[in-house]
């Protein structure tokens, strides 16, 4: 399988880990939370190694909680970070 190719299989699993994300969080009252904010919040701690393997991306994405979710995006708020 070439990089490419695995990067698109990625791209759909880790899409669909981010909505799950999203539907646990708005059911615990977040209810305007989207997938994408999930990956913005994931993705932000890999903006200086880059993506890790899958294995640690798909424990980041199930082990993140409410907490930490609702910390980045204050502080992404307090950045002036705009979330669309």
Avoid at 22 to 27: H, S, V
Avoid at 37 to 58: F, N
Avoid at 75 to 80: D, I, M, T, V
């Amino acid at each position: 399988m070439t990089a490419d190719l695995e990067y698109e299989y990625w791209d759909e699993d880790i899409e669909t880990l981010c909505q799950s994300k999203a539907e646990e969080l708005r059911l615990v009252g977040y209810e305007y939370v989207t997938s994408k904010d999930v990956w913005e919040c994931i993705s932000h701690k890999y903006e200086k190694d880059g993506i890790p393997p899958l294995h640690r991306l798909v424990n980041d994405i199930l082990s993140l909680k409410a907490t930490g979710f609702m910390n980045y995006m204050t502080l992404s708020a307090l950045r002036g970070s705009t979330f669309e």
